[in-house]
């Protein structure tokens, strides 16, 4: 928990804007091992209730909110085309693959009584 609103003067981010803070009293934040050399900012999409604070190369931090996170905890993030093509070619992103087996489709058995020969309809 810290203050939501910082004291003494603020500079300006690592990307150049100075940060935005709004809200009173205090706040949950996390810092998390992902940056702007891993993934693009703008196609990242937080779970519901979890704001995206800035940004730094190597870093992310957010707000929290209710979610209860400890550290080692692992956040899921939405992900569009550009997020996904940075974090896909970036050496500093580990992936893994997961092999879903298929569903096999429902198959409905024709009764025979509507079944026809293979020599077309019957005469």
Do not use: N
């Not at 603020?10 to 009173?24: D, E, L, N, V």
């Amino acid at each position: 928990m810290k203050p939501a609103q910082p004291w003494g003067d603020r500079a300006q981010a690592a990307f150049g804007a100075a940060p935005i803070r709004t809200g009173s009293g205090t706040v949950h934040q996390a810092i998390l091992a992902l940056g702007r050399q891993d993934v693009d900012p703008d196609g990242l999409r937080p779970p519901e209730g979890i704001t995206i604070l800035g940004m730094s190369s190597d870093h992310l931090v957010v707000d929290l909110g209710d979610h209860p996170v400890v550290v080692g905890d692992e956040i899921d993030f939405g992900v569009g085309y550009g997020a996904l093509v940075r974090a896909m070619t970036s050496p500093f992103v580990t992936k893994i693959e997961r092999r879903v087996r298929p569903v096999a489709p429902k198959v409905t058995p024709v009764p025979r009584a509507l079944a026809l020969p293979l020599d077309g309809w019957p005469s």
